[in-house]
Nanobody, 131 residues
Framework: VQLQASGGGSVQAGGSLRLSCTAS????????MAWFRQVTGKEREFVAA?????????????VKGRFTISRDRASRDRAENTMYLQMDSLKPEDTAVYYC????????????????????WGKGTQVTVSS
């Protein structure tokens, strides 16, 4: 599975950005997908996750109510699948490199996913929020 993220950029506080992540390559089972972010010098942190149906979602407390994760419903027959992260009411502390991720873990094991138990990582996309 290859992951390609896009949509990062610079925005003023209070603004919005929408990140996209396209996953290509078939897998034996549909994957849970997630977003993480990392600030230079700090550990990568969990942002949000969505199950393979695009129904169940989980968010870090810091982004609840401001970010919305969504995705196309995964399928074994579809070679590509796209996930999104709509980011509204952005704050300077949201500035980071954002990474999309995919895991064969069921979203019921969200505690493992949140700590970074991931099968595939995409290259990051920079998000900069100025005050």
């Amino acid at each position: 599975v290859q992951l390609q993220a896009s949509g990062g950029g610079s925005v003023q506080a209070g603004g919005s950005l929408r990140l996209s992540c396209t996953a290509s390559g078939r897998t034996s089972t549909p994957h849970t997908m997630a977003w993480f972010r990392q600030v230079t010098g700090k550990e990568r942190e969990f942002v949000a996750a969505v199950d393979w149906k695009g129904v169940e979602t989980h968010y870090a407390d810091s982004v609840k109510g401001r970010f919305t994760i969504s995705r196309d419903r995964a399928s074994r027959d579809r070679a590509e699948n796209t996930m999104y992260l709509q980011m509204d009411s952005l704050k300077p502390e949201d500035t980071a490199v954002y990474y999309c991720a995919s895991t064969g873990l069921n979203i019921a094991t969200i505690h493992l996913i949140m700590r970074g138990d991931i099968d595939y990582w995409g290259k990051g996309t920079q998000v900069t929020v100025s005050s």
